[in-house]
């Protein structure tokens, strides 16, 4: 496809063509955009509400002021409540901070498998869900 053609199918998603899209080279701009289509825009086996508040983890994660806002709204826009978004952000805190926390501490890998391993183990043989989760 060229140019016109890819912009002619954002332009039927969108309503216009957003002006990052021209920033991409011709060669790699239906690329991109099938990417980008089948990421942001099409329902997969994550739905994308919840791909979008994954989006958001990571761009908070990386400080991205055009990711936040994008996958902000397109959170919202496939469903999310305000609710989620801030627990999602809260839940990102929660991994960030631990990350940092036990590879600060330079914790053991293999003995932190083992464990998580073991714990999922207990929880499952229990036929129970993890603390909190009922």
């Known amino acids: 496809m060229n140019r016109t053609q890819v912009n002619q199918e954002i332009q039927q998603t969108f309503g216009f063509v957003p002006s990052f899209f021209n920033s991409v080279p011709e060669d790699a701009l239906e690329s991109e955009w099938r990417l980008f289509k089948r990421d942001e825009v099409t329902e997969g086996p994550v739905p994308l509400k919840y791909r979008h508040l994954i989006g958001l983890a990571v761009a908070a994660t990386i400080k991205c002021k055009y990711c936040l806002f994008y996958q902000t709204e397109m959170a919202k826009l496939s469903g999310a409540t305000?609710?989620?978004?801030?627990?999602?952000?809260?839940?990102?805190?929660?991994?960030?901070?631990?990350s940092a926390y036990l590879s600060g501490l330079q914790t053991d890998?293999?003995?932190?498998?083992?464990?998580?391993?073991?714990?999922?183990?207990h929880v499952k043989?229990?036929?129970?869900q993890p603390v909190g989760a009922r």
């Open 109 to 121: 890998f293999e003995t932190f498998k083992k464990e998580v391993t073991q714990a999922c183990q």
């Open 125 to 128: 043989a229990m036929g129970k």
């Open 82 to 98: 305000d609710a989620e978004i801030e627990d999602a952000l809260r839940y990102t805190k929660c991994t960030v901070g631990w």
